[in-house]
Structures are given as structure tokens and as C-alpha cells.
């Protein structure tokens, strides 16, 4: 297995830059894996493909604003700062650009890039050097950073947001992702209404989504590709309500390659039973040959190549179907990643 085998050819006038409205008016693929069927619907037909009794997972993790913009204070150099992963209050895993002049012991004023004086002004101070250009930074007053920053959009956005309220999930509630559970995009409070009508139960995990998300594999073997860890919680309600279903033979559909992380890693750590309640640090890396104890069926986006996330959802379809489902979207002018269109793996 080599990280070229996730790899496709993209034309860049399909990667959506900005959203379809209403959000369920999407486009969703539905591939069947019994017999590698594919069609092609909108996504709030979704319904009809949903049983009574069967469970909907979503992340409910809100995305924060983390893109800071700053001046470095010995020189006056602009720079801008993602922050990725809180290590303690104040202290923050960031990505720093331009970063090659920023070291330890660089102090920057974190602004809003307003011209008044007397607007808020954080100094931050980096105080560790990490892998892939990873630095972390003491900030001194977190509770203004909601305040100063902006919602980041991924890298291969660049039309700006009139409303950053696009970019989260109608559910969203607990804050903490620096990118948004992009499946959860297409729902909206009628749909979730619609389905729970049909008798399917809604059930809500948090898995903060990092890095992981913006970057692609860089090694060759995917095996040697470090993966960032997230901060995930499972609650004991969801666990048990989980367990009952899996238990009576109903599916368990998950929306979105986060909630498959989450629920599979809470399976992975439990011993007692198949799913015991869990709130730790993720880091379950999904490549085919992965042995699903709980997902039965997927809602995704799609993918960057050479992602984690494309080897995620490879392992749960196979390979085959996937690159003839990705074939058939570019064909057929889907639009693709964090705005693009859905698919439906049965």
C-alpha cells in the first residue's frame, strides 16, 4: 500500500467555493457496497434511504475562530496564526505564517486589525519549536482570543464567507474544531425533523477536528505518516443508546469521517463491552483492512487525494468502488470538499 493509491486528478474548477443553498439542496451520490451501485439524488432525499430505527451519529463540535492576525513586536512583520490544539489555558499548538523568522522567544501582538487604539490587543510569545512547522504559543489573555480571531476557512477557499455561520453545522454547540465536520454541512433543522419523523434516533459525539484536516500524506508509506490526535468525548447515554441498537440489529450511520474516528476509537478502547462511554485524545489512524466494529453506513464529503480522510473512507467501500465513484463524480461535475457535494456509502 503506497499513499499514491489514494492519489486522482482533480480539475480545480470543481473544488466548491462557496456553499449550495439551501444547505440539503446539495447534490448525494449513493453508493450501495452489496452490489457497487451508484445513484445520484439531492441531498434531502436522503430520507428515503434512512429506516425506522436505524441511528444517525453527528459531531457536534463547533468550529472557533482561530485564524489570528498579529505583528511580530521587535520588527513590525505581519504575520497570521492558526491555532490547532489547546494545551493548557493560554497555551496553544499553532501553525505560524510566514513562520521560517519566527522562533523562541518571538513576541507577537495579536490585533483585529482595527485602527483604534484602544481596541483588544493580546501579546502571545512562542515558547516551543515542534514537527512539520508546528509552534506552540502562550497567549496572555485566552478569553479575548474568540474576540481577535477569525472562522478559517481550509486553503483551497478563496472567496470569502458573507456569513461565517455557513461554515458550522446547524448543530454545532460545543466549541473546539479549527475546521468544520464538513458532512454535517448539508443538514438542516427541517431535514433532522424530516428524519426524525421516519423514526431514526439522532445521536451527538465531539471529535475536534485539527490539522489532520489540511494537510495531505507526505510519506510514501502511509504506515510512517504521523497522525495528529484530537480531542474526542463519547458520552455514557450515547454509548449505551450505541450498544442497544447495535445489539437489536439496527444500523448505525455515521456523518461524517470524524464521527466514524470517534465511535471507532471508543470501541477500540472499550473492554467490558462493544462501546463504553470515552473522552480522551484520538488518534486512530483508518487505512483498508480496517475491521469496523460499529459503523454500518457513512455520510462524507469528497476528499482531497492523499488524505487520511481518503483512506478512511477507501477502507469502508474498497477501493474499487470508490475510484469509480470518484470517476463518476468528476464526470459528472459534482462539486468537491468542505462545500462540495455529499455521498452516501450503504
Request: aromatic residues 8%.
Amino acid at each position: 500500500m503506497k499513499t499514491s493509491d489514494f492519489d486522482y486528478p482533480l480539475p480545480s474548477e470543481l473544488i466548491a467555493q462557496t456553499p449550495v443553498e439551501p444547505r440539503d439542496q446539495s447534490r448525494l451520490m449513493v453508493l450501495e457496497r452489496s452490489d457497487t451501485s451508484i445513484k445520484h439524488r439531492r441531498f434531502f432525499e436522503i430520507v428515503e434511504y434512512l429506516r425506522t430505527g436505524d441511528v444517525l451519529v453527528f459531531n457536534n463540535s463547533r468550529v472557533i475562530p482561530a485564524r489570528l492576525n498579529g505583528r511580530k513586536v521587535d520588527s513590525g512583520g505581519r504575520v497570521e496564526v492558526l491555532l490547532l490544539r489547546q494545551l493548557d489555558n493560554g497555551v496553544w499548538e499553532t501553525l505560524v505564517k510566514p513562520g521560517k523568522r519566527v522562533s523562541i522567544g518571538t513576541r507577537i501582538e495579536i490585533t483585529n486589525d482595527s485602527e483604534n487604539e484602544h481596541g483588544a490587543r493580546v501579546l502571545a510569545e512562542v515558547t516551543e519549536l515542534k514537527q512539520d512547522g508546528i509552534k506552540v504559543i502562550s497567549f496572555s489573555n485566552q478569553k479575548l482570543l474568540p474576540e481577535l480571531g477569525k472562522i478559517p476557512l481550509p486553503p483551497y477557499i478563496h472567496l470569502p464567507l458573507a456569513n461565517p455561520e455557513r461554515y458550522q453545522t446547524v448543530y454545532a454547540s460545543v466549541a473546539g474544531s479549527v475546521a468544520a465536520p464538513t458532512a454535517g454541512l448539508h443538514f438542516t433543522p427541517g431535514l433532522i425533523n424530516k428524519i426524525r419523523e421516519k423514526g431514526v434516533q439522532c445521536l451527538f459525539v465531539t471529535l475536534h477536528v485539527g490539522l489532520d484536516t489540511f494537510r495531505p500524506v507526505r510519506e510514501d508509506d502511509p504506515l510512517k505518516h504521523p497522525i495528529y490526535k484530537e480531542y474526542g468525548v463519547l458520552s455514557q447515554e450515547v454509548a449505551t443508546q450505541l450498544c442497544q441498537a447495535k445489539a437489536e440489529g439496527r444500523r448505525i450511520i455515521c456523518v461524517g469521517t470524524t464521527t466514524v474516528r470517534i465511535v471507532e476509537h471508543a470501541a477500540q478502547a472499550s473492554k467490558a463491552s462493544l462501546l463504553e462511554p470515552f473522552e480522551g485524545w484520538v488518534n486512530l489512524f483508518i487505512l483498508p483492512g480496517y475491521q469496523f466494529r460499529v459503523v454500518d453506513a457513512l455520510i462524507t464529503n469528497f476528499h482531497l487525494p492523499r488524505t487520511t480522510l481518503m483512506m478512511l473512507i477507501t477502507a469502508f467501500a474498497g477501493k474499487e468502488l470508490i475510484n469509480k465513484a470518484y470517476e463518476e463524480a468528476i464526470r459528472l461535475r459534482y462539486r468537491f470538499y468542505s462545500f462540495g457535494d455529499a455521498m452516501l456509502v450503504l
